[in-house]
């Protein structure tokens, strides 16, 4: 299958998972329908019933206050991605379709573009595969796990740590009512989770793909401008063999100024999702840390592991992105560069300057998106949290 298919076939999977939420990422105008309401009512719902609620049980007990809290990550993480494809969704659609489009143009330029280009797919296609799969599993287990409690023991516990006013959980009808509203909030949230971070990511993978193109390029002069060199030895005085070597370099400045380019409206698009991502994943693994220290809660853990598998995979593709960028580097550095002319050398010298100023990936302009900031934010979570089991002893 070509690769122009098989990324259209991605990007569409994605926009159906969308589609389910009521937003059409490649409608030429977001429109409103009944579904967008559902999915604007998860956030509004859990602000008003979960955030009040916490606020009355911190007055109770701290302790209490934390649990009923362990969720508010999500709540942020959710808004932000709900704000952001409203107010983006133009540039996210264009985004996606140029991405369709260069896949459309570079498969019929040989086999090794076809070849870097599955691999970009084959690479979006495992990372869906494990998000999927933490998800489905994380989200099955919250949703089942007051059932199944329910018919073991009698014990009632609800998906989300709060209570709707006016209904009793020792109430049947109560009880049912809850479950329902939570379970709406859950798939609803969770689906929205699902299709943001495959947005995000596909966005982010591709710049793996443009840099393996890019290294394709320079790949070609360089062996043009060895060919060159070589073949300087082998002609008679006076003569030798310039196959192209203008052509190639303009094509491969032409490709890294595009490459720049597409890191830079990337950073500009997703930059809010994915700090809200990271770091409201960094929030959730901290309350539901605190929680689990003073004593074993279920769904406390399930929705740690859940932070902790997406922060995980966020900054685990950050740092495949930071290596990205240093092979690029080293690949321009390598260039015969002493072969090009002196017109020539003056452009690339302009283009290996522009590589070493990277559009690296970062969260509120700060935090570099790498396994080295998942490493801080898992040493501050832990100060944070031994600090307050001290406080309370």
């Known amino acids: ?12 999977n994605i926009n159906y998972c969308a589609k389910l939420l009521g937003l059409d990422l490649l409608a030429p105008k977001l429109k409103i329908v009944f579904r967008t309401w559902i999915t604007m009512f998860a956030p509004v719902s859990y602000l008003i019933f979960g955030v009040s609620w916490a606020f009355r049980q911190i007055q109770h007990h701290w302790m209490d206050g934390l649990k009923a809290s362990i969720m508010l990550g999500g709540l942020i993480n959710g808004t932000t991605e709900l704000i952001s494809v409203l107010q983006n969704h133009s540039a996210m659609k264009n985004m996606l379709n140029y991405t369709i489009g260069i896949f459309a143009e570079y498969e019929t330029r040989g086999a090794d573009y076809c070849v ?8 979006m296609l495992k990372i869906r595969r494990i ?11 919250m949703l089942a796990v007051p059932w199944a409690l329910l018919f073991y023991d009698g014990t009632r516990v609800t998906v989300m740590q709060y209570e709707i006013p006016g209904l009793s959980l020792e109430n049947n009808v109560g009880y049912t ?10 798939v609803v949230g969770g689906l929205g ?13 591709q710049i793996l ?29 006076g003569g030798y063999a310039d196959i192209g070597t203008q052509s190639l370099l303009l094509d491969l400045i032409k490709w890294h100024q595009l490459f720049t380019d597409y890191c830079r409206d990337i950073e500009n698009i997703y930059h809010n999702m994915i ?13 539901c840390f605190c929680v689990n220290l ?48 002196p017109d020539q050398r003056k452009l690339f010298g302009l283009m290996l300057k522009e590589a070493q100023r990277t559009q690296t990936m970062t969260m509120i302009g700060i935090l570099p998106l790498s396994m080295r900031t998942a490493l801080q934010i898992t040493k501050l979570i832990y100060s944070i949290s031994m600090m307050m089991m001290r406080n309370r002893n």
């Open 1 to 12: 299958m070509r690769p122009s298919v098989r990324i259209h076939e991605l990007v569409a």
């Open 116 to 123: 870097a280009l599955n691999f970009g797919v084959d690479r």
């Open 177 to 186: 009512v809850t479950y329902l509203q939570h379970m709406i909030v859950a």
């Open 193 to 205: 989770f699902y299709t943001g971070d495959l947005l995000v990511l596909l966005a982010l993978v």
């Open 275 to 287: 700090a809200a991502q990271v770091l409201s994943s960094a929030i959730s693994i901290l309350l």
């Open 131 to 141: 998000i999927r799969i933490g998800y489905a599993v994380s989200f099955f287990v």
């Open 209 to 237: 793909t443009f840099a393996h193109i890019l290294q394709l390029k320079a790949n070609a002069l360089n062996d043009a401008l060895n060919y060159k060199e070589q073949s300087r030895y082998e002609a008679q005085v």
């Open 294 to 341: 003073n004593g074993f809660h279920l769904i406390s853990t399930i929705y740690l592991f859940i932070s902790a598998y997406s922060m995980l995979v966020y900054c685990i593709v950050g740092s495949q992105i930071e290596y990205a960028y240093d092979q690029v580097y080293d690949r321009l550095s390598s260039i015969s560069w002493q072969e090009l002319r």
